[in-house]
């Protein structure tokens, strides 16, 4: 599962650990969990899993690109993640004569490997744990004072770990900022594409089969990590040589059955799990639906003009998919929390609370206090998600949005030269990678359909009420769809964004009274500053209460349970499930297989369809069952995909899947619809991670790929 670029609130758990429920921190994993583990089937020490000392397998797993894991699979640096993380750098790599996501790619030899600039890989050096200097400094502050003074002191702390050195570092707050870690890494930025199969295997299923079980999806693609002649971490030049890896994983063959142990390390992005009934509520009644509704209008505006041509196709696919993927995921999970009454279930936990509270000052009123936080903020919830989603969910208005710090710079008491000067060179950057992303025809229709919506679904109170007066002026009646339609093609044929030689002439003078009368930074600046002056406070307020609250409640909460296993909400860490592969029921009489097979993809094939087209190599070698080393043989075929009962979330995509003795047997890259609400409740009988078979990957670079000397790279048990 990809992650989710914009992460919410970082949140920490413990809990009542049941099933194969938990993300745990191999840096304290207890002998509880490390005891669980060997009885399921774990066959190696805590040493072989973490040290920091000794190579280990956490050395083995980075890191990819900004949201996903991606593991190290040869002595060579070869990476192995999902198709969908590296989705838009084989985007990226692609021109409509070579057309690498259409129609795949494996490099022959090194020489051929294709640099990825957007991409880096980031290595895991070492955990401190830094709570005590943080609480001494944050002791006795709430609220805003304490989030400024929390940032301050990550900040001292990040420096002096850094400075002198090429390592990165990050605090990390835990159990809802009852505990801090310090969390150094090592960053590789000489990543390169070595192969990936073609869209029709890497995304076959497209957006119907996302989020979904039984799946048939070659979710796999394959990189190479660069370091310098002296063997360190280095920008991009010809002259790199392959990494040499502290560890890397070793490859099994021999295939998964029902109940085998399945583990799975990586890093994922963000768990809720004590979340309150409240915020389940705000996300059903309005978040969720808000952001569906409009994602669904973007998705459908953008697919119109991506049906019209492979160039454009290949210049919005990756931005599709992003939207779509969290639009069905944002569906899903409104859906799944209301099915199983999670509302109810926190209301149940939250009664246990506010009894076991009575008479303990510090936490009686947390319930109270939530409730007047919501109520404060409920009101306003759907505006704030209409302009991010909505208004900005434009690329223009999202880029000219970007504009306002110029208009700061030109309108200081005393305006720096220096400082106008560095906003317009970094305007002008910003300018280029706009411009190549920018597909004209849909965004205009963003325009005018976001625009649209705001008016009629957010109540006129929240308007920008001088932008909609003008609008009525200008363009006419504010019902009628054309207006916005004339609207947007007028901001389109006379923003300067789009001509050169007026957008030169204004960044070589810029005047904030020009600029100002740009009609894309005109729209996009009535929606941003109506937000902020009148809502973005009443926000903010919010998140802070929010913040003090959680940790008081986590507090309480560990307070009424003493001696508890617990683990921490995921927040973009390195984790470790364990579970087992296992087959389920999804809802009466209907049963769910634990593998699915070649059978599966030829049944789902559709000839041309956008999601279930099939290459024609494939098709091929399944009719003669050409599966030579790979094949099953208790299915007597080749299995694509299997499903476990590991606990993982968006940002564990591309997560190595490892049996008992730590060989790979599969990539994680999805979890299925039964369990979209598993970011607040795991449920413990419907949660299942869906992952891509060792096999099925080895087969498809192999045979259909003609890349056997990738496979002879690794090193298979
Ligand atoms: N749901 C997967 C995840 O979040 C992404 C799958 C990508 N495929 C797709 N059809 N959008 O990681």
Known sequence: MKKRILSLLFVLVFSFVRADEGMWLLYMLGDHVYNEMVKKGLKLTKEQLYSLNKPSIKDAIVIFGGGCTGEIVSREGLVFTNHHCGYSAIAAASTVENNYLRDGFYAKSKAEEIPAPSLSVQFLVRIDDVTKEVEDALKGLSGAERATKLQAISNDIVKRTTDGNNLEARVVPFFRNNQYLLFVYERYRDVRLVGTPPE????????????????????????????????????????????????????????????????ILGYPGSTNRYETSWGVKIKTEIENPAIVNLRD??????????????????Q?????????????????????????????????????????????????????EYE???????????????????????????????????????????????????????????????????????????????????????????????????????????GDEQTYKKFAADVFSKTMVFDDAKWEAFMAKPEAAALRDDPAYAYVSAFVKNYNTRFASKFTEFTHRNNDLSRLYLKGVREMNPGKTMYPDANFTMRLSYGNVKSYRPRDAVFYDYVCTMKGVLEKYKPGDYEFDLPKELLEAAKKKDFGPYKDARTNDLVVNFISTNDITGGNSGSPVLNGSGELIGLAFDGNYEALSHKIAFDKDLNRTICVDIRYVLWCIDKLGGAKHIVDELTLK
């Open 297 to 314: 209008a973007r998705l459908k505006l953008m697919f119109e003009e991506m049906k019209k041509s492979d160039a454009v196709r290949l």
């Open 372 to 478: 007047k936080a919501y109520k404060e903020w409920w009101p306003y919830t759907k505006q704030r998600i209409y302009l991010n989603e909505g208004i900005l969910g434009s690329p223009l208005a999202a880029y000219a949005a970007s504009w306002q710090a110029l208009e700061t710079a030109l309108t200081r008491d005393n305006p720096s030269a220096d400082e106008i000067n560095r906003v317009v060179e970094s305007l002008k950057r910003t300018r280029t990678i706009f411009l190549q992303n920018e597909n004209k025809a849909s965004d205009q229709n963003i325009i005018a359909a976001t625009s649209r919506m705001f008016y009629t679904d957010i109540e006129s109170a929240q308007h920008p009420a001088e932008f909609f007066t003008r609008l009525r002026t200008g363009y006419g009646d504010l």
């Open 200 to 263: 029709s295997i890497g995304k076959f299923g497209g957006d119907t089969d996302n989020w979904e079980w039984p799946r048939h999806t070659g979710d796999f693609a394959v990189f190479r990590v660069y370091m310098s002649k002296d063997g360190k971490a280095a920008a991009y030049a010809p002259d790199n040589v392959p990494y040499i890896p502290k560890y890397y994983l070793n490859v099994s063959t021999k295939g998964v059955k029902e109940n085998d142990y399945a583990m």
């Open 316 to 368: 919005l696919a990756s931005s599709y998919a992003a939207i779509a993927n969290y639009w069905k995921f944002f569906d899903g999970e409104a859906k799944q929390l209301m099915k199983y009454d999670v509302f109810g279930q926190k209301k149940a936990e939250e009664e246990k609370f506010i009894q076991w509270a009575k008479g303990k000052p510090e936490y009686a009123q947390v319930f109270a």
